[in-house]
C-alpha cells in the first residue's frame, strides 16, 4: 500500500453518495508533507515528459498543483469556476457539471495564462466521472497548448472518467485507485497500481 492509501485509510470518511471526506489534510486542512509526497510521486510517474505549466481548478487542486509547480519549476494556473456565462474576448471558457455540488459550473483562464507553446501537466485533487478535466482540457486545447498527462491524487475507478480518459490516450496517472467503498461499514479496496 502507498502512502496516500495508507492515510486515505487511516483519516478518510466515507459518506453516503459516494463521497470520500479527506478534509483534515487535502480538502480543508492541508497537510503539507502529504502534498509533498504526491508531489514527488507524480513526477517520478511523468519522468521523462517534458512540462512547461501546470494546470488545476480552484480549490483544492491548487495545493497540489503548487508543490508540484515548486517541484517542477514551472509557473501553475487554476481555472476559475463562476456561475454566469459572461464570455468575454480575453477568456477561455467551458463548462463542467460539478458530482460534489450538483450543479453546473462556467470555468475559465484568462487568455494570457495559457499558450500554443505550453505543455501542460494537469492535475487534481479527485477523478470521479471526468467532468472537471474534459473542461481543463478543453480550455488547453482551446489555447492551441499540449496536454502532456494528467496527474491525480485520488481516482474512483467506480466511475467513469479514468476509464475514458485512458481511452481517449492520455497519459493518466493517480495515485490511489478506489474500486470499491461502502459508506455502511466504511471499507475501501483499492486498486494495484504504480
Ligand atoms: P469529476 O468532475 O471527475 O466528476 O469530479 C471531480 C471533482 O469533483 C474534483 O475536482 C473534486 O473536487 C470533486 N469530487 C468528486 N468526487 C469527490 C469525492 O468523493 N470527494 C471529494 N472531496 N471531492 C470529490
Do not use: C
Amino acid at each position: 500500500m502507498n502512502f496516500l492509501e495508507e492515510k486515505i485509510l487511516s483519516d478518510g470518511n466515507i459518506k453516503q453518495g459516494n463521497i470520500l471526506k479527506i478534509d483534515n489534510f487535502l480538502n480543508h486542512q492541508i497537510d503539507i508533507d502529504i502534498m509533498r509526497q504526491i508531489a514527488y510521486e507524480l513526477k517520478r510517474r511523468f519522468r521523462g515528459v517534458e512540462v512547461n505549466k501546470i494546470l488545476t481548478i480552484e480549490a483544492s487542486g491548487i495545493a497540489i498543483a503548487t508543490m508540484l509547480g515548486h517541484v517542477y519549476d514551472v509557473p501553475i494556473v487554476f481555472a476559475k469556476k463562476s456561475e454566469t456565462a459572461n464570455s468575454t474576448d480575453n477568456k477561455y471558457m467551458s463548462q463542467a457539471y460539478s458530482f460534489t455540488h450538483k450543479k453546473m459550473n462556467n470555468v475559465f483562464v484568462s487568455k494570457p495564462y495559457l499558450h500554443a507553446t505550453d505543455k501542460v501537466l494537469i492535475v487534481d485533487d479527485f477523478l470521479a466521472d471526468g467532468q472537471a478535466m474534459h473542461a481543463l482540457i478543453d480550455l488547453v486545447n482551446q489555447a492551441g497548448g499540449e496536454v502532456v498527462g494528467i496527474g491525480i491524487a485520488v481516482e474512483k475507478g467506480q466511475q467513469k472518467g479514468g476509464a475514458m480518459l485512458r481511452e481517449e490516450g492520455y497519459h493518466l496517472e493517480s495515485i490511489a485507485i478506489i474500486d470499491e467503498m461502502n459508506w455502511e461499514t466504511q471499507e475501501i479496496k483499492f486498486r494495484n497500481n504504480g
